[in-house]
């Protein structure tokens, strides 16, 4: 099982609205999805932080993990080290 089809597996499991009698399940399923994606996206920035200022790697290993350039990550990060 790769790391991706690992991920969807518990994504697709996860359910905090489905089953919600005051919600359509079409749109609890998207509300769910909406909290996984808000929960991921913080988690990243943290982590992408803590790699780039305290564990001294470069925006451009910060960008290659995660798929991105390294202008990106720096654009998407930069004002997130000033937060954090």
């Given at each position: 099982?790769?790391?991706e089809s690992n991920a969807r597996q518990h994504i697709e499991s996860?359910?905090?609205w489905q089953g919600n009698p005051d919600i359509e399940p079409s749109l609890a399923?998207?509300?769910d999805l909406a909290a996984i994606r808000d929960a991921i996206d913080d988690v990243i920035i943290t982590?992408?932080?803590e790699a780039h200022d305290y564990e001294d790697h470069s925006w451009t290993e910060v960008?290659?993990?995660?798929?991105?350039?390294?202008?990106?990550a720096q654009k998407r990060f930069r004002a997130a080290t000033r937060l954090l």
């Open positions: 099982m790769s790391a996860f359910r905090w399923e998207l509300r982590k992408a932080v960008g290659d993990a995660l798929g991105i350039s390294r202008q990106a």
